[in-house]
């Protein structure tokens, strides 16, 4: 089940439920994986709407293998993912939110 409150964002990906999550090894995965920039350009991207494809795959990539999944972003290269890529940009966009959500924020102001 995800948690939201920890970061955990799930995605469909060949009918089975994944539940994503990116932690300091993932996102540090991450930005080495990031063509370029770092994560704050990333998310200057995606606040912007400047997102590439490639930034997408990455953040599913990162967030799939911060869930414990051990594959690659090639494994994915035929992959079905609910909603299209719509929803993966979605999914993308929301675990780069919870990461960087503040205590407060994550609690809704709490």
């Known amino acids: 089940m995800a948690?939201?409150?920890?970061g955990d964002v799930a995605l469909v990906i060949d009918g089975?439920?994944?539940?994503?999550r990116l932690t300091l090894g993932a996102l540090a995965?991450?930005?080495?994986a990031l063509e370029s920039g770092s994560l704050v350009d990333l998310v200057r991207r995606f606040e912007a709407g400047a997102f590439t494809t490639r930034d997408v795959l990455a953040l599913i990539?990162?967030?799939l293998?911060?869930?414990?999944w051990q594959g690659r972003a090639a494994d994915l290269v035929q992959a079905e993912i609910e909603?299209?890529?719509?929803a993966a940009a979605r999914a993308a966009a929301e675990l780069l939110a919870r990461a960087f959500m503040?205590?407060?924020?994550a609690h809704g102001g709490l």
């Open 61 to 63: 990539v990162a967030g």
């Open 3 to 6: 948690n939201p409150w920890r």
């Open 29 to 32: 995965e991450l930005e080495a």
């Open 16 to 20: 089975e439920r994944r539940v994503m």
């Open 65 to 68: 293998r911060g869930g414990g």
């Open 83 to 86: 909603g299209g890529p719509l």
């Open 102 to 105: 503040t205590p407060e924020e």
